[in-house]
């Protein structure tokens, strides 16, 4: 029998996440824009998604999965990004910090830690790499903020104690917005606030700054992959800026398979 052709190898499927999650959009177009009709995007989550990547690397198998960074599985995999020549998954991006209209002035403490909320890739991957190896993400947080506090004291710094009132933060369960929202949920709790974390899918979570129910995100990744969102709520959200620079999205698969680009695929 001839060799198998990469898609043969993986059944024609590309492992996804979430539905709302943009890199699920952009494969979608990366998958029309290549002409790989054959092809089939499988919605799920980023732990279903980070499991099936396990199963297969264990036994070097294939796999492509829709992968971004900062993620831990960089760290514990021999992993790649499938060059994408159209550009479709765009290029490096940032994560917003994202806030509801008027909590500067109902929550100012609350804003202030939030607009000065800025970490790098090391310090989210710290945080990400303990709780894949078990730890509670609220203690990975607890013992990030403790190991950093000349970091957090720039976050707090001018920043209002809180008297119990309640905050609501709102985040999708990928691993990068876990880790960086317990975080901030600790940091905030020791300044004074009641904090609540609601998990929820990504159109959701954006709804919940522009209608008011929800307080503040940190998991605006912009200037493209959450475009649409952007667009959604013009006008109903502020955006505070970066909260960690040099993300990228894009297909991602071991470094034991022989494909480099999206183009390969064909
Ligand atoms: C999955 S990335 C963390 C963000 C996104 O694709 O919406």
Known sequence: AGTTSVGESVEYEI?????GAGIMKATSSAIEEYGLEDWTLVEGSGAAMTAALKKAYDKEE????TGWTPHWKFAKYDLKYLEDPKGIFGGEENIHSIARLGLK???PGVYTVLN???????DMNTVMSDIQEGTKPEEAAAKWVEENTEKVAEWTDGAEKGNGEEVKLAYVAWDSEIASTNVIANVLKDLGYKVSMSQVEAGPMWTGVADG????????WLPVTHADYVKEFEGKFE????????????LVVPSYME??????LK
């Open 15 to 19: 492992v996804g996440i979430d539905p």
């Open 62 to 65: 294939p796999i492509i999965v």
């Open 105 to 107: 002035d109902d929550l």
């Open 116 to 122: 000065n909320f800025f970490w790098t890739a090391d």
């Open 213 to 220: 129910s929800v307080d503040a995100h940190i998991a605006g």
């Open 239 to 250: 955006d505070l800026g970066a909260n960690l620079e040099g993300t990228k999205i894009g």
């Open 259 to 264: 494909i480099d680009s999206i183009e390969d």
